[in-house]
């Protein structure tokens, strides 16, 4: 019998009952027709996975791998530039101890860099980052507006958990979390908008 499971059901291929020819039954219970109870079918139960499930809910995996690549590359590229920085300066980053970090001079090549990934059109500014957490939201809600309080509950949690071990965040960092919730708050009113 094959199993698959697909969505959140388990469904299974019709067993059929097979004869054997080679068992003789003498009882005369043999003349009765055999029923096993393992040869029924029965469609099993809807199982709860503890995870939200709406009619025509689609994760958006293809939006979400895009995003987390386009999220990588960025974080290895600023990785990139301070592992160089600490090479020209003798140092490692798995090997630098807390004390080294103090001695460490930003050349003016270093410090441009990384001024342009986070200004205006660079891929670590506020807006694009702000557009990649709302472009996340919505895939992985599958678009569902209802999940807005969710999603936005999930993003302030997660710049909370940054300032607690980061200390005061920038202001970089303050400006992506509002541009984040203003374009949550247009994309519901999109949404609750009538359609044309």
């Known amino acids: 019998m094959k199993v698959e499971r697909v969505g959140q059901k388990l469904y299974t291929e019709p067993v059929r009952k097979v004869e054997s020819k080679h068992i003789e039954n003498k009882s005369p219970e043999s003349e009765k027709p055999v029923v096993d109870e393992a040869v029924k079918y029965t469609p099993s ?105 969710q999603l936005k509950g999930a993003i302030e949690q997660g710049f909370k958990e940054a300032e607690k071990i980061l200390g005061e965040l920038p202001e970089i960092s303050k400006e992506t979390y509002r541009l984040t919730m203003e374009k949550l708050d247009q994309w519901a009113a999109e949404s609750r908008s009538p359609q044309e």
């Open 45 to 149: 139960e809807t199982v709860n996975t503890g995870t939200y499930n709406k009619s025509g809910h689609v994760y958006d995996s293809e939006t979400v791998t895009k995003l987390k690549r386009q999220s990588e590359q960025a974080h290895n590229y600023l990785r990139e530039l301070v592992e160089k920085l600490l090479l020209k300066q003798g140092h490692s980053l798995k090997t630098i101890t807390d004390e080294e970090w103090t001695t460490v001079e930003i050349d003016d090549a270093t410090r441009a860099e990384a001024a342009a990934m986070i200004a205006p059109g660079g891929p670590l500014s506020a807006e694009a980052v702000s557009d990649r957490l709302v472009d996340f939201a919505k895939a992985i809600s599958g678009g569902d507006i209802e999940k807005l309080d």
